[in-house]
């Protein structure tokens, strides 16, 4: 039998997209790679642990979370996220930014300065645009200004930002254009914290970085991974934690997430052998009352 993996999850660099396995090993990912793997039979899904540390009771986790850990592990992750605002003193300098995922879908958010463009790379943002930076208190009170005042969120469900990806403008100009709404109106807002400092509009485009320029729109997502299943495609896009995979049956997306805590071989090929959701086809994900 070949030897199993544990995957870690799906990571972004400058260079791209690459799973990450227990004990360090990476594949780096391009476009027409093929990504083949089956679950091993009888096997379970352990919890992926917290903060770079395995858990301690190695408890099994359902198929269908995102987050492959268990409810402990999942405090001590949030008891240490920024995003969550569990963290209140970290003295490195902050950016506060626009994303847009398709759409009608756009969000404010935090990232460290330091992390650069990633967090947009890792949420799946098509396109972004800074609003300003300073403080982690400073930026915080600013996402919670345009939250308050702008009606925008915070959060945008995965399964709502991959639904949308097959209906995206063709031209940047046309993709940026819900941001740059949001943004002169948010610079006309009062109550931006003095220690802030404004960054002027340029919206980043993630397009090309994604592989989704002329790439098949997915027809579904794969749902949940099983013991026994498999999954085998040529990868044609990536976005987030979702790889995008033509498989014989049409191009089905994998949310990486998934793959955590399963032990994982390598199989020849074939259709997806894991429950796959299919989108449904013109669905209306827009905010209501963003603008």
């Known amino acids: 039998?070949?030897?199993?993996?544990?995957?870690?999850?799906?990571?972004?660099?400058?260079?791209?997209?690459?799973?990450?396995?227990?004990?360090?090993?990476?594949?780096?990912?391009?476009?027409?790679?093929?990504v083949?793997?089956?679950?091993?039979?009888?096997?379970?899904?352990?919890?992926?642990?917290?903060?770079?540390?395995?858990?301690?009771?190695?408890?099994?986790?359902?198929?269908?979370?995102?987050?492959?850990?268990?409810?402990?592990?999942?405090?001590?992750?949030?008891?240490?996220?920024?995003?969550?605002?569990?963290?209140?003193?970290?003295?490195?300098?902050?950016?506060?930014?626009?994303?847009?995922?398709?759409?009608?879908?756009?969000?404010?958010?935090?990232?460290?300065?330091?992390?650069?463009?990633?967090r947009l790379l890792e949420q799946g943002a098509v396109c972004f645009s800074w609003l300003g930076g300073g403080p982690l208190m400073a930026a915080r009170r600013t996402e919670e200004l345009l939250r308050a005042a702008l009606r925008v969120p915070d959060r945008i469900p995965y399964a709502v930002k991959r639904a949308v990806r097959a209906a995206l403008p063709e031209t940047e100009a046309e993709r940026a254009e819900e941001i740059r709404e949001v943004y002169a109106r948010a610079v006309q807002l009062g109550g931006w914290p003095e220690s802030l400092e404004r960054t002027p509009f340029r919206s980043v485009d993630h397009v090309r970085a994604f592989g989704l320029a002329g790439a098949p729109a997915a027809l579904g997502e794969v749902g949940e991974l099983v013991p026994g299943g498999a999954v085998s495609g040529e990868l044609v896009a990536a976005a987030g934690p979702d790889l995008h995979l033509a498989t014989p049956a049409g191009v089905v997306v994998l949310d990486t997430r998934l793959m955590r805590g399963w032990q994982l071989v390598p199989v020849a090929g074939g259709e997806p052998a894991f429950p796959v959701r299919h989108f449904e086809v013109g669905a209306d994900h827009r905010q209501d009352g963003l603008f």
């Open 1 to 34: 039998m070949a030897q199993a993996w544990k995957c870690a999850g799906l990571r972004w660099s400058a260079e791209g997209p690459e799973l990450t396995w227990d004990g360090g090993r990476r594949s780096p990912l391009s476009w027409g790679k093929r």
């Open 36 to 118: 083949s793997f089956a679950v091993v039979e009888g096997g379970v899904r352990e919890c992926a642990g917290a903060r770079g540390h395995a858990c301690p009771r190695r408890v099994v986790v359902p198929g269908r979370s995102a987050g492959g850990r268990c409810e402990e592990c999942a405090r001590l992750d949030r008891a240490h996220s920024v995003a969550a605002d569990r963290v209140a003193d970290d003295p490195r300098p902050y950016r506060v930014y626009l994303a847009w995922f398709g759409p009608g879908l756009v969000k404010v958010g935090i990232t460290a300065v330091e992390r650069g463009s990633v």
